[in-house]
C-alpha cells in the first residue's frame, strides 16, 4: 500500500503564494505511481487540479488553474509538490494528494491522502 501525508496549507493572503508537499511512503514509493493534487472547497464536489506522470515529465491541470499552479515531483524524496501563485480566496479549499499507477485517461486514484486545508482570504 501507498501512504500519502500532505502539509504546506494554511492561511495566505489573496495574490500570495503556497507550496503544498505530499510525502509518500509504503511498499512502493511514488515513483511507481502518477501523482495528482485534487481539492474540495465548503459545500462543493471534490475537483481534479493537476496530475503529474511516474518520472515526472509530463503533467496536466485543470483548466481554470493552469498558469498559476505548478505541480512537480522528486522520485528521490518520493515528494510531490503544488506550487500554487496568484491565489484567490475560491482556491480556498482542502487539497488533496492522491496516486494512482496508471497515468492518462480514466485514472482511478485508488490511493489518497487526508488532505490540508488552504485559506486564501480576500
Known amino acids: 500500500q501507498v501512504q500519502l501525508v500532505e502539509s504546506g496549507g494554511g492561511l495566505v493572503q489573496a495574490g500570495g503564494s503556497l507550496r503544498l508537499s505530499c510525502a509518500a511512503s509504503g511498499r512502493t514509493f511514488s515513483s511507481d505511481f502518477a ?47 503544488l506550487q500554487m501563485n496568484s491565489l484567490k480566496p475560491e482556491d480556498t479549499a482542502v487539497y488533496y494528494c492522491a496516486a494512482d499507477p496508471n497515468y492518462g485517461p480514466g485514472m482511478q486514484w485508488p490511493y489518497w491522502g487526508q488532505g490540508t486545508p488552504v485559506t486564501v482570504s480576500s
Open 35 to 81: 501523482m495528482g493534487w485534487f481539492r474540495q472547497a465548503p459545500g462543493k464536489e471534490r475537483e481534479f487540479v493537476a496530475a503529474i506522470n511516474r518520472g515526472g515529465g509530463n503533467s496536466f491541470y485543470s483548466d481554470s488553474m493552469k498558469g498559476r499552479f505548478t505541480i512537480s515531483k522528486n522520485n528521490i524524496e518520493t515528494t510531490v509538490y
